[in-house]
């Protein structure tokens, strides 16, 4: 069975940074970042593909970055520039599409088969 086990988040000011980490019991050829808040759908944030292909929302390209090291099957998330809107409940997501080079944007969340139980951020202004 998947299990995947998000860590990292927490409270920062505005401005600040923190790192998200995802480990994973089995190696997984595609990883996501999402994040939700109250009342709200919940978006896509980043992706990667086993080649290391990335995606990212509007909202946080050139703030975060998101990488993976598959030797510890581990999807990380550095979060920079944080700002109070990306305060939210961070998901790592896995067994999406394979390849991310055909696509413009983070895949759709209904596109993940597998979920962890989420980390929170808050960021305060």
């Known amino acids: 069975q998947v299990q995947l086990v998000e860590s990292g988040g927490g409270s920062v000011q505005a401005g600040g940074s923190l790192r998200l980490s995802c480990a994973a019991s089995?190696?997984?050829?595609?990883m996501a970042w999402f994040r939700q808040t109250p009342g709200k759908e919940r978006e896509g944030v980043a992706a990667?593909?086993?080649?290391?292909?990335?995606r990212y929302a509007d909202s946080v390209k050139g703030r975060f970055i998101i990488s993976r090291e598959d030797a510890k099957n581990i999807l990380s998330l550095e979060m920079t520039s944080l700002k109070p809107d990306d305060s939210a409940m961070y998901y790592c997501?896995?067994?999406?599409?394979?390849?991310?080079?055909?696509?413009?944007?983070?895949?759709?969340?209904?596109?993940?088969?597998?979920w962890g139980q989420g980390t929170q951020v808050t960021v305060s202004s």
């Open positions: 997501a896995a067994g999406g599409p394979w390849r991310l080079g055909s696509r413009s944007s983070v895949p759709a969340r209904n596109e993940y088969e597998y």
């Open positions: 089995v190696y997984l050829i595609s």
């Open positions: 990667i593909d086993r080649s290391g292909t990335t």
